[in-house]
């Protein structure tokens, strides 16, 4: 069984505060776009099992950390624990979206393979439960369950639908390379609530976007990396309707008119997805 986890993007990002346990509040819109990793799940026959557990493996771009450690491995012994009789499994990722470029690839990778294991596994389990498991993988993971535009703040994963359909405009992103430590990107803010939130802003017109809706990631984040805040300064020259750093960095993308993404030359070192 095989399933295609997707990426997001965020749309305006303000950290309004921080909290006593360390994390910050957010406000922000997420949206889910077209970039995807491919996860299979196979339950091996009795006489080809997996000795225990999970078997994992993965191809495409590089994966951070020891495979051990891997998003999907939590998932499963996530739900082990909850479900001991869960057979041995074996997981393959094949890996597309970059990583740590504010995209939620990880998370996604993790959100879907609940999914996986609750759908062949047969568990029952309905979206609000399997919503549950995801916040214990990580803030941005429940998106991933429920996959439609929301406005979402806490720590990000208090969601509430929002009637936003972008699907009459094309995306460009681009991911430079470059990993933006999160721990060091949000020393560099000093949190503070917004006058006009995101969820306000997402209701006009997209070309109004581009003075109103920010990310307060790309001060500190273009300071330190000009050749991020270069990218955008690209794709507005290219005639983007609106661009912005996604989440912390490092990818930035740009909305344009349907079908009207531009051919641009970028560095041999950057990855980019069009999404038309």
């Not at 806490?154 to 991911?175: K, N």
């Given at each position: ?10 749309i ?5 505060a ?16 077209n970039?995807?990793?491919?996860l299979e799940l196979?339950?091996?026959?009795q ?18 950390g ?13 739900l ?29 990778d ?40 929301v406005?979402?703040?806490g ?5 509430e639908?929002v ?10 992103i681009?991911?430079?390379g ?6 060091w990107?949000?020393?560099?803010l000093h949190p503070t ?12 017109p ?5 003075n ?5 990631f790309e ?19 290219a ?33 980019w997805?069009?999404?038309?």
């Amino acid at each position: 069984m095989v399933l295609f986890p997707n990426c997001k993007i965020n749309i305006g990002l303000n950290v309004i505060a921080k909290r006593p346990d360390g994390y910050h509040d957010i406000e922000t819109v997420f949206y889910p776009v077209n970039w995807c990793d491919a996860l299979e799940l196979m339950v091996p026959s009795q006489t080809n099992s997996v000795a225990s557990g999970v078997q994992f493996s993965y191809t495409g771009l590089p994966v951070p950390g020891i495979p051990a450690n891997n998003i999907c491995l939590k998932a499963y012994y996530l739900l082990k624990k909850d479900f001991p009789q869960l057979p041995p499994i074996s997981l393959h990722l094949h890996k597309c979206i970059p990583t740590g470029a504010g995209l939620g690839g990880g998370s996604s990778d993790g959100a879907f393979t609940l999914q996986l294991i609750n759908t062949k596994c047969k568990l029952n389990l309905s979206q609000q439960q399997l919503s549950a498991y995801a916040l214990q993988l990580g803030s941005d993971c429940p998106f991933f369950i429920f996959n439609t535009p929301v406005y979402a703040t806490g720590r990000g994963e208090a969601m509430e639908p929002v009637d936003l359909d972008l699907s009459a405009f094309s995306f460009l992103i681009i991911h430079p390379g470059i990993h933006i430590p999160t721990a060091w990107a949000f020393s560099q803010l000093h949190p503070t609530r917004p006058a006009k939130s995101a969820k306000h802003t997402i209701q006009q017109p997209i070309t109004t976007w581009r003075n109103e809706l920010t990310n307060d990631f790309e001060l500190p984040v273009f300071q330190e990396y000009p050749q991020i805040a270069a990218i955008k300064a690209s794709l507005y020259a290219a005639g983007a309707l609106y661009a912005s750093l996604s989440g912390s960095g490092s990818a930035v993308y740009g909305i344009f008119t349907k079908n009207e993404v531009p051919e641009l030359n970028w560095d041999q070192a950057y990855s980019w997805k069009i999404i038309l």
